[in-house]
């Protein structure tokens, strides 16, 4: 089994900047992908970036590119969401998810089987 954590989130006025951080405890060593998703209020939940942790490649979903970058410390069993020149329409809980095959990452979607309870990210005008 594998527990994830989140936390960071936060109230930020337009502009800002937040750091979201996901700590992965228990089978880590069977996560070999790792992601955020994000659930704005009466919006479904929707894909915001994903890493694979043996190659370090990345996505980021197009509504955040060049503002948010995703990386991981494999040592700490961390993955991060750096979040800069946040909008008001980033607004949302931010969800962690991890999972023991690729399928998720390559999909872009939410086929991933471990999720973190959320951080609430609030952006303010």
């Known amino acids: 089994q594998v527990q994830l954590v989140e936390s960071g989130g936060g109230v930020v006025q337009a502009g800002g900047s937040l750091r979201l951080s996901c700590v992965a405890s228990?089978?880590?060593?069977?996560?070999?992908?790792m992601a955020w998703f994000r659930q704005a209020p009466g919006k479904e939940r929707e894909f915001v970036a994903a890493?694979?942790?043996?190659?370090?490649?990345?996505k980021t979903a197009d509504s955040v590119k060049g503002r948010f970058t995703i990386s991981e410390d494999y040592a700490s069993n961390t993955a991060f969401l750096q979040m800069n020149s946040l909008k008001t329409e980033d607004t949302g809980v931010y969800y962690c998810?991890?999972?023991?095959?690729?399928?998720?990452?390559?999909?872009?979607?939410?086929?991933?089987?471990?999720w973190g309870q959320g951080t609430q990210v609030t952006v303010s005008s």
């Open positions: 998810a991890g999972d023991t095959t690729a399928l998720g990452f390559l999909r872009g979607d939410d086929t991933f089987g471990t």
């Open positions: 228990g089978r880590t060593f069977s996560i070999v992908a």
């Open positions: 890493i694979m942790r043996n190659s370090g490649s990345t």
